[in-house]
T-cell receptor, first 114, second 111 residues
């Protein structure tokens, strides 16, 4: 089955700096890659996603890149703010019929220091 | 728009007691439904998923079971809780090639 690895497990940056979180996946059939932000005591919230036919996607301060050949995708947050502090999860999904199974990374705890 | 509700938000139960956690989705039909467990500071472990009423797939052998009595209702149950069942339980839904959307979870503590 699919295996998603995420690094680093913790990341501390100064406010205004950039943060990069990296994930790799093993199954070349994976075709959808969402990123989630989880704040303390809450469920993960989707922040950005990318499909396998796209190499990069940007939404304001957040961007995601995908390298299908290397089976690698990354989350980039620019001009970080204290409210960006949270746990971030990457995921890879394989669509089979009308059902998609999601495989999650182990999470990155991002701390943005004011 | 679609919404997902989980309850209760927190639950403290003694070892050996039964469990029932409920999840409902509104604003969509025939969603795929998922139950995850998240240990403190850890990732998401998929427990069960369902593609339709009465259809349950289990990902890991455990003390828990799931049921889907209605299209948009997903229930996580146990007859006798163990200490190791403590954790943060998350319900999620998705459709076709769309992302998963999570509820706000239930924090379960077993004493």
């Amino acid at each position: 089955g699919e295996n998603v690895e995420q690094h680093p497990s913790t990341l501390s940056v100064q406010e205004g700096d950039s943060a990069v979180i990296k994930c790799t996946y093993s199954d070349s059939a994976s075709n959808y890659f969402p990123w989630y932000k989880q704040e303390l005591g809450k469920g993960p919230q989707l922040i950005i996603d990318i499909r396998s036919n796209v190499g990069e996607k940007k939404d304001q301060r957040i961007a995601v890149t995908l390298n299908k050949t290397a089976k690698h995708f990354s989350l980039h947050i620019t001009e970080t703010q204290p409210e960006d502090s949270a746990v971030y999860f990457c995921a890879a999904s394989i669509l089979k019929g009308n059902f998609n199974k999601f495989y999650f990374g182990s999470g990155t705890k991002l701390n943005v220091k004011p | 728009s679609q919404t997902i509700h989980q309850w209760p938000a927190t639950l403290v139960q003694p070892v050996g007691s039964p469990l029932s956690l409920e999840c409902t989705v509104e604003g969509t039909s025939n969603p795929n439904l998922y139950w995850y467990r998240q240990a403190a500071g850890r990732g998401l472990q998929l427990l069960f998923y369902s593609v339709g009423i009465g259809q349950i797939s289990s990902e890991v052998p455990q003390n828990l079971s799931a049921s889907r009595p209605q299209d948009r209702q997903f229930i996580l149950s146990s007859k006798k809780l163990l200490l190791s069942d403590s954790g943060f339980y998350l319900c999620a839904w998705s459709q076709e090639d769309q992302p998963q959307h999570f509820g706000d979870g239930t924090r379960l503590s077993i004493l």
